[in-house]
């Protein structure tokens, strides 16, 4: 149990378009993710904090209009980088809070490349 | 500032000994704590998790906890080389929205 899916799983995309990676936990609901980004040998940075049916909360340093995400349902929650650059290339771990013993668990992640 | 410690290593091993894995926290009102292990290249997964003071064992992994000092560890008994990994540390924070505090992760590496 306590599976949560991510896609695409890789990603190139040319500088100035936008991408969205998709969350989602596939045998629990979740009214918590969490979208999280990791550069090469660096540790994990939580961007944003993201509840069911309302707005996100970004971590300091985070731009919200840049990144935006949106959790629609229980199961789902999305994650778009809008008009991307070279910087944003990373790779993009969304999880999911799983229970009231506040486990998270993790999709396999995104790795973005923006030329 | 809520912090997570942890011995960056590498933490080498020889191959069937025991890895001990230290993190030590900041907030003394922290209730749960939690192992994970990520390989290169790949998102964290969890290992193992501890809400209580003492040992709580699962398979070869073995989580220890005493509150009074703020200390979590965690032993890996028979040390495999697919164990190589590097091991974070992460304590829930009682603050909105109950974040994990994350520890910046012990690389291991068990040598054959």
């Known amino acids: 149990g306590a599976v949560v899916s991510q896609h695409p799983s890789w990603v190139i995309c040319k500088s100035g378009t936008s991408v969205k990676i998709e969350c989602r936990s596939l045998?629990?609901?979740?009214?918590?993710m969490f979208w999280y980004r990791q550069f090469p040998k660096q540790s994990l940075m939580l961007m944003a904090t993201s509840n069911e049916g309302s707005k996100a909360t970004y971590e300091q340093g985070v731009e919200k209009d840049k990144f935006l995400i949106n959790h629609a349902s229980l199961t789902l929650s999305t994650l778009t980088v809008t008009s991307a650059h070279p910087e944003d290339s990373s790779f993009y771990i969304c999880?999911?809070?799983?229970?009231?013993?506040?486990?998270?668990?993790f999709g396999p992640g995104t790795r973005l490349t923006v030329t | 500032q809520k912090e997570v410690e942890q011995n960056s290593g590498p933490l080498s091993v020889p191959e069937g000994a025991i890895a001990s894995l230290n993190c030590t926290y900041s907030?003394?009102?922290?209730?749960?704590f939690f192992w994970y292990r990520q390989y290169s290249g790949k998102s964290p997964e969890l290992i193992m998790s501890?809400?209580s003071n003492g040992d709580k064992e699962d398979g070869r992994f073995t989580a220890q906890l005493n509150k009074a000092s703020q200390y979590v560890s965690l032993l890996i008994r028979d040390s495999q080389p697919s164990d190589s990994a590097t091991y974070l540390c992460?304590?829930?924070?009682?603050?909105?929205?109950?974040?994990?505090?994350w520890g910046a992760g012990t690389k291991l590496i068990i040598k054959p």
């Open positions: 992460a304590v829930l924070s009682m603050d909105s929205n109950y974040q994990l505090i």
């Open positions: 907030d003394r009102v922290s209730q749960s």
């Open positions: 501890i809400y």
């Open positions: 999880s999911a809070r799983y229970s009231v013993l506040y486990e998270q668990y």
């Open positions: 045998d629990f609901q979740a009214t918590t």
